[in-house]
């Protein structure tokens, strides 16, 4: 099969709250850590709800289950549901992102994302890194209408450590969405519509690219 192959020194992950990228990229993250750069950056670590409290240190336990280096992991402190409220400063946040990482490739929320965060997220990471490539993940409480269309082949081995990384979040371990079987089931059926095992499977936002017709 030839797949089609697309790299990046530098890997960034965005997402709203701890627990959303690894719902989105978990086994993505762990197929690729070893290979490149991977920069994983939260916008609320959640400590303004006194019923999520650990979910800041869960997510740095997931990050490290991923193989994600502690000083690739961000965690900022926007108030979770008043993104809208802070899109300036959010925008100015990621610009400063964009000026020290300078990543090839940015994974974000989907557009079919409802949750007021995510849309924001979205929206401000699209203006702030123009001309880049950027990818959209699936966090499944809260998408309509979703339907990856860049589909990336991973292992079983990716799969389980995926899992393994969302059974950190034991805040969580009673939403259906935490659940192995859902995660691997989604895992299987966009490895499915990839002819493929395993995917994880995203939407596209913007793609910048270059065509070489000489192969390897």
């Given at each position: 099969?030839?797949?089609?192959?697309?790299?990046?020194?530098?890997?960034?992950?965005?997402?709203?709250?701890?627990?959303?990228?690894?719902?989105?990229?978990?086994?993505?993250?762990?197929?690729?850590?070893?290979?490149?750069?991977?920069?994983?950056?939260?916008?609320?670590?959640?400590?303004?709800?006194?019923?999520?409290?650990?979910?800041?240190?869960?997510?740095?336990s997931?990050?490290?289950v991923?193989?994600?280096?502690?000083?690739?992991?961000?965690?900022?402190?926007?108030?979770?549901?008043?993104?809208?409220?802070?899109?300036?400063?959010?925008l100015e946040?990621?610009?400063?992102?964009?000026?020290?990482?300078?990543?090839?490739?940015?994974?974000?929320h989907?557009?079919?994302?409802?949750?007021?965060?995510?849309?924001?997220?979205?929206?401000?990471?699209?203006?702030?890194?123009?001309?880049?490539?950027?990818?959209?993940?699936?966090?499944?409480?809260?998408?309509?209408?979703?339907?990856p269309?860049?589909?990336?082949?991973?292992?079983?081995?990716?799969?389980?450590?995926?899992?393994?990384?969302?059974?950190?979040?034991?805040?969580?371990?009673?939403?259906?969405?935490?659940?192995?079987?859902?995660?691997?089931?989604?895992?299987?059926?966009?490895?499915?519509?990839?002819?493929?095992?395993?995917?994880?499977?995203?939407?596209?936002?913007?793609?910048?690219?270059?065509?070489?017709?000489?192969?390897?």
């Amino acid at each position: 099969m030839n797949d089609m192959t697309f790299y990046g020194q530098r890997v960034a992950f965005i997402g709203a709250h701890p627990d959303d990228i690894e719902l989105g990229c978990g086994a993505l993250i762990a197929h690729i850590v070893q290979k490149t750069e991977v920069l994983c950056i939260t916008l609320s670590d959640n400590q303004k709800n006194p019923t999520l409290k650990n979910v800041k240190s869960e997510h740095l336990s997931s990050m490290n289950v991923l193989g994600v280096s502690p000083k690739n992991v961000l965690v900022s402190e926007f108030e979770t549901r008043r993104f809208p409220q802070a899109r300036q400063e959010i925008l100015e946040y990621l610009i400063s992102i964009r000026h020290q990482y300078h990543p090839d490739i940015v994974f974000t929320h989907t557009r079919a994302d409802i949750h007021q965060d995510h849309g924001t997220v979205t929206e401000e990471t699209l203006r702030a890194f123009r001309g880049t490539t950027v990818l959209g993940f699936d966090v499944l409480r809260s998408t309509y209408g979703f339907f990856p269309n860049f589909l990336v082949g991973v292992t079983e081995d990716d799969v389980d450590r995926k899992i393994a990384a969302l059974a950190e979040y034991k805040t969580y371990t009673d939403k259906y969405y935490f659940n192995p079987e859902t995660t691997r089931a989604t895992l299987i059926r966009h490895g499915a519509l990839a002819e493929r095992p395993y995917a994880e499977g995203f939407d596209i936002l913007r793609i910048v690219s270059s065509f070489d017709c000489q192969r390897g």
